[in-house]
Structure formats: C-alpha cells, structure tokens
C-alpha cells in the first residue's frame, strides 16, 4: 500500500521569498511517480510538477522544484519568489508505475499556504 | 486546448433522489479517473478506466455509486438514491498513457440535504 504523509500545519510566507512544504511517502512498489498539485480557494487542481523514482535529477518548472530524497522517501516542493497567487492548499501525490505513470493516485491530507505581501 | 470538462459544476438535491455527473475528458486521453473530495477523507479514487474499460472500481463506496465510460469523451459517475454523506466535491481527471501528468476538471461540487 502507498502513503502519503503531509504534516505541516498552515505555512505562511513573506512574498517573494521562498518556501518548502514537505511531503513523505511509503511504499512497496519499485518504481512511482510523485506530484505535487496546487488547489486554491476556487476548488480546481492545478498540476504542479512530477518526479519519477528512477529520475536522476530533481525535478523543476518554473519557480516550483522538488527537492526528491529516495533514501530519505522525501519528495519535497520548493517554490522559489512567493507570489500572492500562491495561496492555496497544496497536495503531495503518488502514484505506481506498474501500468505506466497513469495509475491510481494516493494523495496526502494537504497543507495549506499563505502568503502575505 | 480545452481541459477535462465537468458538469454540473453545482448541484444541490434532495436525498433520494438520483444524482448524475457528467465528464468530458482532454481529447485523446485514454485514462480516466473519478476522485471524491470531502474535508473528512481527502481525495481518494473511486475509479478508473483505461479506454473506455472500469480498471479498478476499489474505491467505489457502495452499490449505490456507478460510473460508466461509454466512449472515448464521455463518462458519467451516477449516485442513486443520494444520502447527505454523498455530499462532496467529485473530481473527473485525464491522462495519456506513458504521460507523467495527470489533470484534473474543475470538480462537481454535490450537497445533498
């Protein structure tokens, strides 16, 4: 079985700072996919980033990079120059590769961000 | 190009009664995904097609949920008869095989009294 475990309580941060909003997993399988989603007050999920386990260097898009650890089963987000369209709920995701980067996805509780000018 | 469609974005009804909701996935995605988000459990799957197929319907609460994929651009996820625990926000995400992006609509928010 997959876990996701989100922690952190609200994060505030300083516009135009940077911040990270960490995330663990657990699992079995041997290869997965990670991601990160953006959900602000409107309701809709916003794509962020994904990391696959096998990848050999961290991730990145834009300001947003993961900040990935195999050892340490860290799959943290990093977004750089905090913007107050940044406020939101953010989710950390898993997902198996056994039928592609396309199966089911495990999400984690969220953490919600804000952002002050 | 146009997202995963969903509708009704909004819907309210009364417990008992049927409840429809309609998804429209980015064309030429071959999975299809249907989440339920409450502030109780979270997003979690209720379930998945890979063209057009259930895959795994798991996560699917109980006898009274359905979902159905009857081509390529349309699913639909059928609650009869609704109970107020149903209430939630229903996700209907897309993919493409071999991807590593999986996007979601901008949900069905459903409150049943």
């Known amino acids: 079985a997959q876990k996701i475990t989100q922690t952190q309580p609200g994060m505030f941060v300083q516009e135009k700072e940077a911040v990270t909003l960490d995330c663990t997993y657990d699992?079995?399988?041997?290869?997965?996919?990670l991601f990160w989603y953006k959900q602000p007050s409107s309701g809709e999920m916003i794509f962020l980033i994904y990391q696959g386990s096998y990848d050999q260097q961290n991730a990145t898009e834009g300001r947003y990079s993961l900040n990935f650890q195999k050892a340490r089963k860290s799959a943290n987000l990093v977004i750089s120059a905090s913007q107050l369209g940044d406020s939101a709920m953010y989710f950390c995701?898993?997902?198996?590769?056994?039928?592609?980067?396309?199966?089911?996805?495990?999400f984690g509780k969220g953490i919600t961000l804000s952002v002050r000018p | 190009d146009a997202g995963v469609i969903q509708s009704p974005r909004h819907e309210v009804t009364e417990m008992g009664q049927e409840v429809t909701l309609r998804c429209k996935p980015i064309s030429g995605h071959d999975y299809l995904f249907w989440y339920r988000q409450t502030m109780m459990r979270g997003l979690e799957l209720l379930i998945y097609f890979n063209n057009n197929v259930p895959i795994d319907d798991s996560g699917m609460p109980e006898d009274r949920f359905s979902a159905k994929m009857p081509n390529a651009s349309f699913s639909t996820l059928k609650i009869q008869p609704s109970e107020p625990r149903d209430s939630a926000v229903y996700f209907c995400?897309?993919?493409?095989?071999?991807?590593?992006?999986?996007?979601f609509g901008e949900g069905s928010w459903l409150t049943v009294v």
């Open positions: 995701a898993m997902s198996g590769l056994a039928g592609g980067a396309n199966s089911k996805l495990t």
């Open positions: 995400a897309s993919s493409l095989g071999g991807r590593n992006t999986i996007y």
């Open positions: 699992t079995s399988d041997p290869s997965y996919g």
